[in-house]
C-alpha cells in the first residue's frame, strides 16, 4: 500500500493595501458639485479574517478528562474532529490519488457488507479498511486519526460526560443504528437493514457539538495503542451496525483492540485536526 505523508506548508500573507490620506489645502476653493453627477461613496474594505474554519469538521474546545481504559485524567486540548465518519466518496479520491483501495475490492465476502462496492454509496462510510489505510487517508487529507482520549471527551458531551452522546436514553434504533441482538450471528441487523447506513441518517446520534454517529453505524480507528509499543494493536472505539453485544456500554467503554492490520465491515474512520492559532469561527463548520 501506497502511504504518503503530506506536510503543508501554511504562508500567511500580509493583507490589505490602502492609499494614504491626503492633507486638504484649507486655502483652495472646493469645487463645485457637478448638477448631473450623483456623489459615489467609496466602498470599504473587505475586514481580515481571525479566525479559523475547517469546512466538514467540529470544533471542540478542550479540557480535563478521565479515560476509560486507565481511569487516568488527561488534559486536552481544543481540535478539530470530523462531523461524521468519512463516506465512501471522500475516500474515492484518495483512491483516485494513488492509494490502495477498500480491502474487500479485491474480493468481497458474501457475509460483510462493505460499503466501496455497493451501488449509490457515496455518502455510506467507508469500512473493510486496515488501521494502516484509516491513518494514511488521514494524513492525505491534512489531518490526523483521533486519540482514544478525544473520541471519548467529544463522544460524552466534554464535561458534560453524558453516557451516551444523546444523554442517559437507552439505546434504540430510533436513535442510533446499531444491532440489538446479543451476539453477531443473532442480531447483526443494522436496524433491519443489514449494514451500516448514510451518515448522519439517525439525528438522535449527535453530541451536543454536532458530531453525529458516534455510538452506533460503525466503530472507529484511533491512533492509540493498548501499550507504549508503537507496534502494539489499537483501540477501536464505538459501536456499530454489528455489534449488538456493545448496545447497552456507555459510549466510551465500547470498542475494543484491534490489530493494525485487520479490517472488517464493522469499523470505519473518523479523522481529527489539531487546533492552529486563530480561533474557529464558529461553533460549527459545514462543508
Known amino acids: 500500500m501506497k502511504r504518503h505523508i503530506l506536510r503543508t506548508l501554511l ?12 492633507p ?15 456623489a459615489v461613496e467609496p466602498s470599504a474594505p473587505a475586514p481580515a479574517r481571525d479566525c479559523a474554519d475547517e469546512p466538514g469538521m467540529i470544533y471542540i474546545a478542550g479540557g480535563d478528562t478521565v479515560y476509560s481504559e486507565d481511569r487516568k485524567t488527561y488534559h486536552l486540548e481544543a481540535f478539530w474532529l470530523d462531523r461524521t ?29 462493505c460499503t466501496w ?30 486519540t482514544a482520549q478525544e473520541w471519548g471527551w467529544a463522544a460524552r458531551g466534554r464535561e458534560a460526560q453524558r453516557k451516551y452522546p444523546w444523554g442517559d436514553a437507552k439505546p ?10 446479543q451476539s453477531r450471528e443473532e442480531g447483526r441487523t443494522g436496524c433491519g437493514r443489514n449494514r451500516p447506513w448514510p451518515v448522519a441518517s439517525k439525528p438522535g446520534d449527535t453530541t451536543p457539538d454536532g458530531v453525529v454517529d458516534m455510538f452506533g453505524n460503525l466503530a472507529e480507528r484511533t491512533s492509540t495503542g493498548s501499550t507504549a509499543d508503537e507496534r502494539s494493536t489499537r ?10 453485544n456493545f448496545a447497552s456500554s456507555t459510549v466510551d467503554e465500547h470498542g475494543g483492540y484491534s490489530v493494525r492490520e485487520a479490517w472488517s465491515d464493522n469499523t470505519g474512520v473518523r479523522c481529527a485536526k489539531d487546533v492552529g492559532p486563530q480561533p474557529p469561527c464558529g461553533a460549527t463548520s459545514e462543508h
Open 24 to 38: 486638504v489645502d484649507a486655502a483652495a476653493p472646493a469645487p463645485a458639485a457637478s448638477p448631473t453627477a450623483a
Open 117 to 146: 462496492n455497493m451501488p449509490q454509496a457515496d455518502e455510506m462510510p467507508i469500512n473493510c479498511i486496515d488501521w494502516h489505510q484509516a491513518e494514511a487517508y488521514c494524513l492525505w487529507a491534512g489531518k490526523r486519526l483521533p
Open 85 to 113: 465518519e468519512v463516506t465512501v466518496a471522500a475516500f474515492r479520491k484518495f483512491v483516485e490519488a494513488g492509494y490502495s483501495p477498500p480491502l474487500s475490492a479485491t474480493g468481497q465476502r458474501a457475509d460483510l457488507a
Open 235 to 244: 483501540i477501536v472505539r464505538g459501536s456499530s451496525f454489528a455489534t449488538g
Open 11 to 22: 504562508f500567511i500573507m500580509p493583507g490589505g493595501c490602502g492609499s494614504a490620506a491626503r
Open 172 to 181: 434504540s434504533c430510533e436513535l442510533a443504528v446499531i444491532d440489538l441482538g
